[in-house]
Structure formats: C-alpha cells, structure tokens
C-alpha cells in the first residue's frame, strides 16, 4: 500500500491552522454578540416608537382586518417576501383566514387571487419595491385595502396605503449595511404582534388552536383527555370496604398504579397508591379494608380538558396517574404513558 509522504512542516502548520481557527472563532462571537444587539436595540426603537403615532396606526390596521369579510393578503419581494410567507401561515394557523401572493407572479395572473372582501398587507423595507408596483396598482383600482408595513413614510408604497405601518430607520446588523437582517426581523416581530392581537380580539382559543394544528408534538398536546382516557372495563375501580387482599389483585392485574375507591352510588371517594402502599407496609397490609388505607377526595380531572394541562396536573401533583371524572363517578384514567405513547409528554 502506498504511504503518503510526510511534509516536515506538515505538525507546525497544523498547530498554526488550529490556532488560527481558535482566533477566528473567538473574533465570530464577538460578532454574534454585536449582532444580536443591534436586533435589540432595533426591537426597542419600536417599542419606543409605540407611544407615537405608529400605536395608532396599528390600532387601525387590526380593525381593519377583523372587519373584512376575505382573507389577509400578505405580500413581499425578496427577504420581505420571506417573511411574508411566515406571516401568512402565522395568521392563518391562529384564527386569520390568510395567503401569500408573490408579487412577481401576481402580475402574471395571481391577482386573480385577490378580491373586494380582502386586505393587502404588503412588506417592503424601502417602500420602492418596483415588483409591488402593479399589485399596489390593483388594490387601488378595485378598492383593496392596503397596509404597508414600511420604514419609508414618504414612499411609493406609505403613500398609496390606506394605512401605512412606518418602522423606525434601523441599523442593520450586517457590518456592510445591505443584508436584510435587523429590517427583516422587525418586519417579522410586528406581523407576529399583529396575529397575536388579533387572535386575543377573536377570542382564539387553545382549542380553536387545535383544529388547525392536529399534527405533531403540538398537535398531541391539544387533544382531548377523552379521546386517551382508558375506559369501561379497563377502570381499576372497587367498591368501599373491599378487602386489601382482594384490591392488590386487581390494582395488579389493571396495571395503572392505582386503584379507585367508589361508594355505593358509583361516586369516586379515594383512591390507594403505590406511595399509599408503601405507608401501610409495617402493618398488617393484607388485614385491612381499602377505605382504612385510601387516600380520600382523589385528584380528578374532566374528559374535556385538554392532554397539556393534563400533563401539568400529573407533573404539579407529582402522580403517575389520574381519574377522569364527571358527576362525581370516575368515567376514565389516565396514565402518564398514555400521554408519552400519543407524544403530549
């Protein structure tokens, strides 16, 4: 096998190199840091920019958006476009029925998109994004409302907008000037606000929420306990003064940690642990009814509630497991693997 030749230099050139990476990477958090910074500051100068006119403005586009009977149109060219997009799908997903129009394509047919009960959101940092030039024309003819979202107070765009957004003159965090960094994530943090807003004006609930988000961790975590809960004859549930030599059989066999103590209208009176258990180990365990050793007024929670404040119950209460209850009877359980099996935990 052939060996490949070893360069002299080829251990100080290393060392060099390494060291040299090691300097530049130090020189990258510095900038990293710089950066980060001047997306704060810029962040603060629209807060700052709140308690004048822009608070107004702002006030005003909601009420426009909620008053439409069409979808939100957002709109952008570029990084702005970019961001568009995310707006877009943000306002959708929370309760703002809404669409991106590229503005290149919607002077190619896609203003077919746009109608008389919509309203135009259209980002440009400048404000002189000629590609806007022909869909800012057709909002004007057929009536669209338009908000511009813009640094640009005197631009083509504020001028010809029903409502016109102006963001502070930032610096970028680009060293040059020219990348869209800062002006893009101000653009995005206000459009954010804005779906924020008006989900809290619709009442959006979390449940609301679901209905758009059925997939993923997300969507596990805005299921229903009833659609989890294990029911029926999977209940581990005993009636009061049941023998303990008699309930350890069955908490066995239901294998849920648990078992459920009930009166005889059915009602859910206690409730006997492994922690309870373990309480009455020096006694004679096996003596003793399961009301002498329940835990009385169990934790309980309702079938309506949703998989995450389920999973806050178990994890508050530090319990493995939970009835479901409703009218006071036990109607389910619900076991902290159930919510790990459907990814709610």
Not at 32 to 41: C, G, I, K, P
Not at 84 to 93: E, I, M, V, W, Y
Not at 213 to 239: F, Q, S
Request: proline share 4%; hydrophobic share 45%.
């Amino acid at each position: 096998m052939l060996q490949a030749a070893h360069h002299p230099c080829y251990d100080e050139f290393a060392v060099t190199r390494l060291t040299s990476v090691a300097s530049d990477l130090s020189d990258s958090i510095a900038s990293v840091r710089a950066s980060l910074q001047t997306d704060v500051e810029g962040i603060g100068s629209v807060l700052s920019a709140l308690d004048g006119e822009l608070a107004d403005c702002i006030r005003d586009a909601i009420s426009l958006m909620m008053g439409i009977k069409g979808r939100v149109i957002v709109t952008g060219m570029g990084k702005s476009g970019h961001v568009a997009g995310k707006l877009a799908a943000t306002f959708a997903s929370t309760g703002t029925p809404s669409f991106f129009v590229h503005p290149a394509e919607a002077s190619h047919g896609d203003l077919g998109m746009i109608t008389e009960h919509d309203a135009v959101l259209a980002l440009s940092w400048s404000g002189e994004t000629p590609e806007l030039s022909n869909l800012i024309q057709f909002s004007r003819r057929y009536n669209v409302p338009l908000i511009a979202v813009t640094c640009g107070a005197d631009s083509a765009l504020a001028r010809a907008a029903d409502i016109a957004l102006v963001l502070p003159k930032i610096k970028e965090a680009c060293p040059h000037g020219l990348a869209p960094t800062t002006s893009t994530l101000l653009q995005l943090a206000v459009g954010d606000a804005l779906a924020v807003a008006l989900l809290e004006a619709r009442g959006f609930s979390a449940n609301d929420f679901g209905v758009f988000h059925p997939g993923g961790k997300l969507g596990a975590t805005l299921r229903y306990v009833r659609d989890i809960m294990h029911i029926g004859g999977a209940l581990p549930l005993v009636p009061s003064q049941t023998s303990m030599k008699e309930a350890l059989v069955l908490m066995t066999a239901k294998g849920f940690g648990a078992l459920g103590i009930v009166d005889d209208a059915d009602l859910l009176i206690g409730i006997i642990t492994d922690g309870d258990l373990r309480r009455h180990l020096e006694g004679d365990l096996l003596s003793l009814s399961v009301d002498q050793v329940m835990t009385p007024d169990p934790k309980s929670i309702s079938q309506d509630m949703l998989a995450a404040k389920a999973l806050e119950v178990l994890h508050s209460s530090q319990i493995t497991a939970v009835f479901v209850v409703e009218d006071g009877k036990a109607v389910g359980i619900l076991h902290l693997h159930d919510l790990l099996r459907v990814g709610a935990a």
